[in-house]
């Protein structure tokens, strides 16, 4: 099995070849590649970064831009008929994992 440990917007994400992940928006359409890997495990084989794997790329393709799960925040103070809600909904990124490329 060939797994791969990336960093994408500041996140660390485990992904495989044929993945679909939601991440945090990325400004990119179409193709897109991620240059920092951080493990890589290809059957017993295991490369580890220091931080990252030099020579190791991930190749993803750009699905769809979408908004996540609305999220309610509530502000509140006791006796004072004090109430406060907003929401927020965070713009995503769908992508699909399309190749994991180490260069020996």
Partial sequence: ?????????GKQYKIEEGQELIVDRLEADGKTVFDKVLLVVDGDKAEVGSPEVSGAKVEAEVLENLKGEKIRVLKYKAK?????????RASQTK??????????
């Fill in 95 to 104: 992508i699909k994992i399309t190749k994991i490329k180490l260069v020996s």
């Fill in 1 to 9: 099995m060939k797994y791969a440990v990336v960093d994408i917007a």
């Fill in 80 to 88: 004072s008929r004090y109430r406060k809600v907003r929401g927020f």
